[in-house]
Nanobody, 125 residues
Framework: QGQLVESGGRSVQAGGSLRLSCVVS????????MGWFRQPPGKEREAVAR????????RYSDSVKGRFTISQDNAKNTVYLQMNSLKPEDTAMYYC??????????????????WGQGTQVTVSS
C-alpha cells in the first residue's frame, strides 16, 4: 500500500514563506498526478495545486496562483509546495494527494485516491 508523508508545516507571520514536502513511498512516482489540498478550520477541503510527474505540467487554484509553486524531485520521490506571500487565510491543514489517473476535475476532492495525514500551516497577521 502506497503512502504519502507530508512535512514542513509550522506557524509563520503574514508575508512569510514556507516549503511543504510530500514523500511518496510504495507507488511508482512516474506517470501519476500529484497534488495539494488544504482544509481551513471549519471549512471544506479545497484544491491548491497539481502536477503531472511525467511532464511537470501544473495547475493552481485562483486563490494561490502567483504565490504558490508546486514542483517535484523524481530522484527523491518528493513533491514540494513552495508558499510565498502567505496570508492569514492560508491557514489550514495541508494534504498531499495522488492518483494514477485523475478522471474527474482535479479541483474535486473525489478525484484523488490517496491522501496523506496532513501538515498544519498557521499564518498570523
Amino acid at each position: 500500500q502506497g503512502q504519502l508523508v507530508e512535512s514542513g508545516g509550522r506557524s509563520v507571520q503574514a508575508g512569510g514563506s514556507l516549503r511543504l514536502s510530500c514523500v511518496v513511498s510504495g507507488y511508482t512516482f512516474s506517470s501519476r498526478t500529484m497534488g495539494w489540498f488544504r482544509q481551513p478550520p471549519g471549512k471544506e477541503r479545497e484544491a491548491v495545486a497539481r502536477i503531472y510527474t511525467d511532464n511537470n505540467a501544473t495547475r493552481y487554484s485562483d486563490s494561490v496562483k502567483g504565490r504558490f509553486t508546486i514542483s517535484q524531485d523524481n530522484a527523491k520521490n518528493t513533491v514540494y509546495l513552495q508558499m510565498n506571500s502567505l496570508k492569514p487565510e492560508d491557514t489550514a491543514m495541508y494534504y498531499c494527494v495522488t492518483n494514477l489517473i485523475v478522471t474527474r476535475p482535479w479541483l474535486q476532492a473525489g478525484a484523488w485516491g490517496t491522501w496523506g495525514q496532513g501538515t498544519q500551516v498557521t499564518v498570523s497577521s
